[in-house]
């Protein structure tokens, strides 16, 4: 019984979500019986026939038919009983005494039950034709905004926009002028169809203009009969080339002008079709964010390439110890972001104050490295002694300067620009650019011209720190090799009979290092512990370390510390850090058996599994105050033993095939 109940709720449930559609549905829907009186209707059908659903029950579908129809009604009925469904065109009379065309559909759910479907036709026939205007028009527009979305570039908008104009509204002439704030006027900027010659007649349209024609006809209008019209912009250019009747619309953005768009057509009045205004409004709509587009991904493709070329500069500066080289980029750069011929960076020499070129490209003359600029004289001469930028946009009007005027006129160039170079407060060149022909910069440019300039003195900025860094390195390492060598020597000397002993094995370790793979920059470390090998018997006191005879067993401990002591004096000094390695495991044995730590095997360091090898076979070959120096056969027989046990094996094969070259 619950599973019934459930069933039943269910269905319930749906039919009454269904009633509730068919009871919103846009169209009349209602139910009447055999004799055409109804017994439910929707609101829709309600909303058509005035009637609310109360009076509609109980009410014979008769009744809503004029009297002239009533026949063809009774007709269709017919058809309905007969065939079970029937369509038809049909008029009602409303509540209010209005009579509509309804067009119906009914079908046959039972002997007793029909149901149908009406829709209010009076307007179809306005309706579709306006309905296929709105679609025509969407079309024109969708057509266009596809297009214009597509291009990025402001060529490729007005000329889209022009041939679009032009095909919606089916005239044989479209213009479009774009706004430039410079000069506040409205220039020809694309057209498409237009007469050649009357280009060149069409001047700029001025701001007051636009202004005067915003006021008088709106922001886009039509103009019938150009005839009547002789003040407006063109019109009696255009009539001489045969254009009679136009619309026009402006292009805004944030109530600012951007555009003109114009259309003309060839008869009179023969623009006015009902659409041609709007379309052409909405085509300037779409140019105008087009346009707007269009004007952001330029901007933002230029400021990526501004980026890019500043980080080459960067590159450049960081990558390169050569000045020279990233000037080079520099310049690269200036010339090409810049669109300029020529540019140079001048140095200022604080000796001589003088500035002298230091690199330089797009010049005809082969060599400008001879050329001096007094500081506070020339052009660029005084963009360094006033600390600000020159600029000098056609030099035809300007008096030639006696220092540049010269190399100006020889390498025709009609303008000039200079930026001093400045880091820290301190003057250190200028940067100059050339130009074969007169150069009206931006704001934009000037700002990019200054970073570059910026970029060049931080390139000088970085290259004088870097030398100087380098250089006092250099010294600095110099000096550290210099003590190193100075305290081997030391402890050469206070045991003399090891003399030279630090210095062969060093050698010895370092070709044999070598041989076995280490890179150039671990054989400096190498070579540093190997010079410093035995520091720790500086701690050892001369007593023992001199002893002529077997140490003792407390003896031994003590001289086993030197190790110990070399790790003490030399991990305090960062640079020699990495050379502990020799000082600190020359006494590991292969087998673990060493000291100071008992390191067993590849745990030893590898330059100290070299030099335990070489060290004891110098140790045993040279003479010792407890000891005569053994043979080298003698000596060598002992390695090959003790290889496994005291020494690394593969380092013993090695210094084996390479001992008669070294000693
Ligand atoms: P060192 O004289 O430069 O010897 C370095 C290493 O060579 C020694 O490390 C040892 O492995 C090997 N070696 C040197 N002489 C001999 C030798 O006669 N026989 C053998 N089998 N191996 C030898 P070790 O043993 O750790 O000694 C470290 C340092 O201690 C030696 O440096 C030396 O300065 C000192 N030392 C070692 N034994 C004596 C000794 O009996 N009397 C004295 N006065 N000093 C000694
Ligand atoms: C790039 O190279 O990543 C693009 C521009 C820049 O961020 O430097
Ligand atoms: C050290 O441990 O710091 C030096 C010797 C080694 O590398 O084992
Ligand atoms: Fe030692
Ligand atoms: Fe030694």
């Not at 023969?270 to 587009?293: F, H, K, R, V, W």
């Not at 400021?303 to 500043?310: A, F, I, M, N």
């Not at 002893?547 to 401990?557: F, T």
């Amino acid at each position: 019984i619950t599973e019934r109940k459930r069933v039943e709720q269910a269905q319930k449930e749906s039919e009454t979500k269904f009633r509730s559609y068919i009871n919103d549905a846009p169209y009349g829907v209602f139910v009447h019986n055999e004799k055409g009186d109804f017994l439910e209707a929707n609101k829709m059908a309600c909303l058509m026939s005035g009637y609310s659903e109360e009076e509609l029950v109980g009410m014979n579908l008769s009744q809503l038919i004029p009297q002239a129809d009533q026949q063809r009604s009774r007709e269709n009925f017919h058809v309905l009983t007969e065939q079970g469904s029937v369509y038809f065109d049909i008029p009602h009379i409303r509540k209010d005494g209005t009579v509509r065309d309804w067009s119906v559909n009914v079908v046959k759910l039972s002997d007793t039950r029909f149901l149908g479907f009406t829709l209010d036709v009076t307007e179809r026939a306005q309706a579709d034709e306006e309905i296929l205007r709105q679609a025509n028009r969407a079309k024109s527009l969708l057509q266009i905004a596809s297009r214009l979305n597509a291009a990025l570039d402001l060529k490729a908008v007005l000329r889209a926009t022009c041939e679009e104009t032009c095909a919606a509204l089916n005239v044989p002439l479209s213009v479009f002028l774009l706004y430039d704030s410079k000069s506040r006027a409205f220039h020809l900027a694309d057209s498409s169809g237009l007469p050649p010659g009357l280009a060149n007649s069409m001047k700029p349209l001025p701001q007051s203009v636009y202004d005067e024609l915003v006021q008088k006809w709106g922001k886009s209008s039509v103009i019938p009969v150009l005839a009547h019209m002789p003040d407006l912009p063109y019109a009696e250019l255009l009539r001489e080339y045969g254009i009679k009747s136009y619309a026009y619309a402006f292009l805004e953005r944030d109530a600012f002008p951007i555009g003109l768009l114009v259309a003309g057509a060839a008869g009179e009045e023969y623009i006015l079709t009902e659409d041609g205004p709007e379309l052409l409004s909405g085509l300037a709509d779409q140019a105008a964010s087009a346009i707007d587009n269009a004007r952001l991904f330029t901007e933002v493709q230029e400021r990526l390439r501004q980026l890019q070329s500043l980080r080459n500069i960067d590159m450049a500066i960081t990558g390169s110890l050569d000045l020279r080289v990233t000037f080079q980029v520099v310049l690269d750069e200036v010339t090409s972001m810049l669109k300029i011929d020529a540019a140079a960076i001048l140095s200022l020499d604080s000796h001589t104050g003088t500035l002298k070129y230091d690199s330089w490209r797009g010049f005809r003359t082969k060599d400008l490295k001879n050329i001096r600029l007094p500081f506070g004289e020339g052009y660029g001469g005084r963009s360094a002694s006033k600390r600000q930028s020159i600029q000098i946009p056609d030099l035809r009007e300007v008096e030639p300067d006696p220092v540049q005027g010269p190399l100006m006129a020889r390498e025709d160039f009609l303008a000039y620009y200079a930026v001093p170079l400045i880091t820290k407060g301190t003057v250190r060149g200028v940067l100059e650019i050339f130009h074969r022909e007169p150069l009206n910069s931006s704001r934009d440019w000037m700002t990019f011209l200054e970073t570059l300039a910026g970029q060049a003195a931080v390139a000088i900025d970085n290259a004088e720190l870097f030398y100087k860094l380098e250089s006092s390195n250099i010294e600095l390492l110099r000096a550290y090799d210099a003590t190193i060598e100075g305290w081997a020597c030391a402890l050469d000397l206070k045991d003399e009979e090891t003399e030279d002993h630090s210095r062969r094995v060093t050698d010895m370790t370092l070709h044999i290092a070598q041989e076995m793979g280490m890179k150039d920059e671990e054989l400096v470390h190498v070579r540093r512990g190997a010079l410093l090998h035995d520091i720790g018997k500086m701690g050892i006191p001369d007593e023992i370390l001199f002893k002529p005879s077997k140490l003792a067993g407390d003896e031994r401990e003590v001289m086993c510390q030197h190790p110990h002591y070399a790790f003490k004096m030399l991990s305090s000094i960062n640079y020699l850090r990495p050379a502990l390695d020799i000082p600190y495991c020359h006494h590991e044995k292969w087998d673990g058996s060493g000291y100071p730590r008992g390191l067993k095997g590849k745990e030893i360091p590898l330059a100290a599994r070299i030099f335990a090898v070489v060290d004891v076979f110098d140790a045993l070959t040279s003479r010792r105050p407890y000891r005569k120096a053994w043979s080298q056969e003698k000596a060598l027989d002992h390695i090959k033993q003790d290889s496994g046990k005291h020494f690394d094996p593969q380092v013993v094969e090695v210094f084996l095939k390479k001992i008669d070259n070294l000693i």
